[in-house]
Nanobody
Framework: VQLQASGGGLVQAGGSLRLSCAAS????????MAWFRQAPGKEREFVAR????????YYADAAKGRFTISGDNAKNTLYLQMNSLKAEDTAVYYC???????????????WGQGTQVTVSS
């Protein structure tokens, strides 16, 4: 399984971005999919996850109400819509696929290369 994250960039506070994660095969229905992020000088942290079979989603507190995780199974692509961005959302964002429902990065087997999101205040 290969994951390719894209869509990052520079945006002003209050703006929006949509991140994409293209998978090399029919990954979305086989795995639990998630987004993590790592800010400079900090550990990587969970952002959101989705389980395709029952379409359930779960968000970190920092993402609730502002971010939406979704995907297109036909396109093998996972998305993260980010609205009302704040300077503290600045980080490298990673998509991941795992076989266990978890917010622990150690449970995820496959990772994208990361895409930089920078929010200017």
């Amino acid at each position: 399984v290969q994951l390719q994250a894209s869509g990052g960039g520079l945006v002003q506070a209050g703006g929006s971005l949509r991140l994409s994660c293209a998978a090399s095969e029919r990954t979305l229905t086989r795995f639990f999919m998630a987004w993590f992020r790592q800010a400079p000088g900090k550990e990587r942290e969970f952002v959101a996850r989705i389980y395709w079979l029952n379409t359930s989603t779960y968000y970190a507190d920092a993402a609730k109400g502002r971010f939406t995780i979704s995907g297109d199974n036909a396109k093998n692509t996972l998305y993260l819509q980010m609205n009302s961005l704040k300077a503290e959302d600045t980080a490298v964002y990673y998509c991941a696929a795992g076989s266990v429902l978890s917010t622990d990065e150690g449970r995820y087997l496959y990772w994208g290369q990361g895409t930089q999101v920078t929010v200017s205040s």
